[in-house]
């Protein structure tokens, strides 16, 4: 386990488990078992019922009556809220951030987006080239908006949905994005915050609704899916 002294127990066992579940190590309706759990930490069951506790404020976990914790599933509406709560959030970072960016930050997107680009023309294209890069474009817009608890709360949403990118396999709907991020940049360079806001709320309720679709759809556990 990771060591970091200013954190308590409880707490570094939450950031792991909680990390393993963004990036599919631990899957949906995985029961989460505290011998074993205490075992692998090296701690006390205490410290990995706290643990879960945490998880479960967090909504990455549910206890089940006479099976303990397990991993919570997504379900359509609960995607679809956290979505409608970006769109609306990512939109006012990109509105706020628009008179703050330089020439350099534009041309630092326009070859972000470039590479996201060039990353789809690849022979086996996958979103494992894809996610660096787009939370990389999708964060400047949070540290350029002059509002540093809006960065927190983007931040917030985007960790619990991360693992909904693990619930469909759709790099089919990447090129659309890339176009999407053309579009915002351009209107970011003509100096349209409104309607680079705009673009980016479009944005995100489009990956909102792939998503959904596959959501309903009850797609493969193991397929992946891009956030946006």
């Given at each position: 386990?990771?060591?970091n002294s200013r954190l308590p127990l409880r707490e570094r066992v939450c950031r792991e488990l909680r990390q393993a579940i963004v990036f599919?190590?631990?899957?949906?309706?995985?029961?989460?078992?505290?011998?074993?759990?205490a075992k692998h930490f090296g701690c006390s069951r205490g410290s990995i019922r706290e643990a879960l506790g945490l998880l479960e404020q967090q909504g990455f976990v549910t206890h089940v009556p006479n099976q303990g914790a397990t991993v919570k599933e997504p379900s359509a509406k609960e995607v679809e809220d956290y979505y409608n709560l970006l769109a609306v959030m990512e939109g006012k970072a990109v509105q706020w951030a628009t008179p703050n960016l330089s020439?350099?930050?534009?041309?630092?997107l326009k070859s972000i987006n470039d590479m996201l680009k060039r990353s789809l023309q690849k022979s086996g294209a996958s979103v494992e080239a894809w996610i660096p890069l787009n939370i990389e474009f999708h964060r400047?817009?949070?540290?350029?908006?002059?509002?540093a608890k809006m960065n927190w709360v983007v931040e917030e949403i985007r960790t619990r949905i991360?693992?909904?990118?693990?619930?469909?396999?759709?790099?089919?709907?990447f090129g659309d994005?890339?176009?999407?991020?053309?579009?915002i940049i351009a209107s970011i360079a003509d100096k349209d915050a409104p309607k680079a806001g705009k673009a980016m709320e479009n944005h995100i309720q489009r990956a909102?609704?792939?998503?959904?679709?596959?959501?309903?759809?009850?797609?493969?556990a193991n397929a992946i899916f891009p956030i946006g």
């Open positions: 386990m990771e060591k599919g190590s631990l899957t949906p309706n995985e029961h989460l078992k505290e011998i074993p759990l020439q350099g930050d534009i041309d630092r400047m817009f949070r540290e350029k908006c002059g509002n991360t693992r909904y990118r693990y619930t469909s396999l759709m790099v089919t709907a994005y890339a176009d999407d991020h053309d579009e909102k609704q792939i998503l959904v679709k596959f959501l309903v759809n009850d797609p493969p």
